[in-house]
């Protein structure tokens, strides 16, 4: 049996005091819903001491609203249950209630939240077991090793950012606000993924995210998300992916293009602009999985094989379009 290591556990009762006590305990490290960072903490993949507990800040970081400016504002304690379930979130970003309602299982869904989604710490079949297990094969750079197991010599982490939400909001322009000792500051999703699989984010470990805000122009855009997985329930991403368009009659406006759960960071496909003014049809659909084949490299990070994640990227990316397209 894997039990949890010993912790302190804070509960802060409003964002103020959540900061304060990140301040006051370096090393720190925050607890949402804990569907995600409890069975890290088991495996012994944090040597934290202390744990700083959002559910008090309930009140404060869990709605759904309209801003005036147009934007939809959602608060980082929403769990990704009611996301699914939202008739506003459906009627402004129909992808990300889709994205959320293909999120583990019904139990995580009400316990996991929208901040510790787009927090989710990066996933390996080399590091996602328990310490006797890893000690067994003599670690690995992301704890208590020196070597990548997933690439032979390298020095950076790759495990897979596996978060469902992410690339729908990248997709989006969305960004998120947070709030540290420093003050507050907006982030930009494209800005706030980094390629480390030991730490993802620009986040610093005294910051919390507090909200994500969705631009007004996101419900005007077709989108669409899609997950490849090996059950229908339950499984992490083995690939995912979110587009959306901007249609002008039936020609593309605009048009981005989101994957993840391949490398340790959700990566926005580049190069799409000469396909702005194309006719949206099947041709631009097989166009785009071309260009996401072509920039995609899955690796053997997660235990599922990178070949056939490969070959079913430009399926899954036609597919997606024409279905974004109507
Ligand atoms: C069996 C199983 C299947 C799963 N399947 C999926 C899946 O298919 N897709 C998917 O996306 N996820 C999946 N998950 C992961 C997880 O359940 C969800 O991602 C969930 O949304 C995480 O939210 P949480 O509130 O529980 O995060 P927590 O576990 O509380 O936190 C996750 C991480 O984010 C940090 N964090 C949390 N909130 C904040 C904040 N506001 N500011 C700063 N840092 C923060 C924590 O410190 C921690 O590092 C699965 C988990 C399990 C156990
Ligand atoms: S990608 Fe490499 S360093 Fe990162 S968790 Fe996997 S084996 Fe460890």
């Known amino acids: 049996m894997m039990t949890l290591p010993d912790l302190t556990v804070l509960r802060p009762g409003s964002v103020a005091e959540a900061v304060e006590a990140l301040r006051a305990n370096p090393g720190a490290r925050v607890l949402a819903g804990g569907t995600d960072i409890v069975p890290n903490l088991k495996y012994g993949m944090y040597d934290t001491r202390h744990l700083v507990a959002l559910r008090g800040l309930s009140s404060e970081l869990r709605y759904v609203r309209e801003h005036q400016s147009g934007e939809l504002r959602l608060g980082a304690m929403c769990s990704i249950d009611e996301l699914g379930r939202s008739e506003l979130v459906k009627a402004r970003v129909p992808a990300l209630a889709d994205a959320c309602r293909q999120i583990a299982g019904p139990q995580l869904r009400r316990m996991g939240t929208l901040g510790g989604n787009l927090c989710l710490d990066t996933r390996c079949v080399y590091v996602n077991q328990s310490h ?25 982490c790759v495990a897979a950012a596996s978060n469902d939400t992410a690339p729908v909001l990248l997709a989006l322009d969305a960004s998120v606000k947070t709030i540290s000792p420093r003050g507050e500051r907006t982030i930009a999703l494209h800005e706030f993924y980094v390629a480390d699989g030991l730490h993802n984010t620009v986040l610093a470990p005294d910051e919390l995210l507090t909200e994500v805000r969705i631009p007004a122009a996101a419900a005007r855009r077709r989108q669409a998300f899609a997950k490849l997985r090996m059950r229908a329930a339950i499984d992490f991403p083995a690939l995912n992916l979110a587009v959306a368009l901007e249609l002008d009659g039936h020609s593309v406006k605009s048009v981005s293009l989101a994957v993840s759960a391949l490398a340790a960071r959700p990566a926005l496909i580049k190069g799409l602009q000469d396909l702005h003014g194309h006719a949206a049809d099947a041709i631009f659909a097989e166009e785009l999985g071309r260009r996401a084949h072509k920039q995609c490299k899955p690796l053997t990070n997660i235990g599922i094989d990178p070949g056939w994640r490969r070959d079913v990227l430009p399926v899954l990316v036609r597919r997606t379009v024409l279905r974004a397209i109507g």
């Open 132 to 156: 006797f297990w890893r000690s067994a094969l003599g670690y690995c750079l992301k704890k208590d090793g020196t070597v990548c197991h997933v690439v032979a010599g390298g020095k950076r």
